[in-house]
């Protein structure tokens, strides 16, 4: 067990010193209320450097570490909610390297180097747990009320951005200062989607042949797959160039992809997030077999994405009409 601990701090003291040297070495990108490419360019997570998140998680890790390797405590729910953590943390870093794939963000490999020790740390706080999956089950309430956090920044965040979408529109094109609330919005989603996931494989692992035998839970899965990819296109390819989107008569023709692309992707969000929220709470829905509401998941996002292209058409109508 102490070897577990001494591993973990090792780990945790190295990722604290990664994360400093990350944060004094980043390009001083000041964030500009109205240039959303200087959040993303700076790596800022709801205006903060990622590198402090890390910084902090490291160094909470490091004490809490400390003290139980000096102190000999055995507290099982303390290692659960660490190791949950460290899943959390594993997944913004993960969303942070995707990020610099992007033409705005640069990759940076001590990205990579606090991910791998970050999984070294998780690894190892979950092997000296005992009795895992009774602690999962005990925690059954608190990773309960995690997850429907999540699901509320997720889906509040899902309407409210495609909300803003076509009122920024209103005046055909989204400006700078539009632009970054969506960035921030987006950034929200992201949050409410790592808490989903990570609550989401502990309550998995509380009882796995019972949820791999229920139908609505397997369909809740296939629409939260389209929920990542989905934010995957907005967060890599749509964020990155919002001012892009113009409606404007002398725009008409410019990054017409980009606009088919972005309307369908908000008309999928929407439909994607609401269903997973449906497929949650409405147990009547175990009554039906998985075919059974696939085929309507489907219909309805077919239908989203027509009516979404639809819109595009008609506002562009409605700029040549009034020029």
Sequence with gaps: MQLYYIIILICSFAGLGLAFYGYKKRDRVEVKEDDPRDHIKGMYFLK????????????????????????????????????????????????????????????????????????????????QMSGVIELFQEAREYTLTVHLLGMVLGLGGTTIIDIMIFHFLRNFKINAQEAVIMHIISQIIIIGLILLIVSGVALFLTDIEGYLANDRFMMKMTVMIVVILNGGALNLYITPALEEISLLKKDLQKNNTLKKVSFAVGAISMVSWYSAFFFAMIKDL??????????????????????????????????LDQS
Excluded: C, R
């Design 48 to 127: 903060i450097p990622y590198e402090k998140i890390i910084i902090g998680f490291f160094a909470f890790t490091a004490l809490v570490y400390t003290v139980k390797l000096f102190v000999q405590a055995f507290i099982n729910h303390l290692d659960l909610a660490m190791f949950m953590i460290s899943m959390a943390i594993v997944l913004l870093l993960i969303y942070k390297i995707l990020m610099s794939f992007t033409e705005v963000a640069q990759f940076k490999w001590n990205s990579v180097g606090m991910l791998a020790l970050n999984g070294v740390i998780s690894f190892f706080i979950y092997q």
């Design 286 to 319: 175990s009554y039906f077999s998985y075919v059974a509401l696939l085929i309507p998941y489907i219909l309805f996002l077919g239908l989203a994405v027509g009516i979404s292209q639809i819109a595009k058409k008609q506002m562009e109508k409605k700029v």
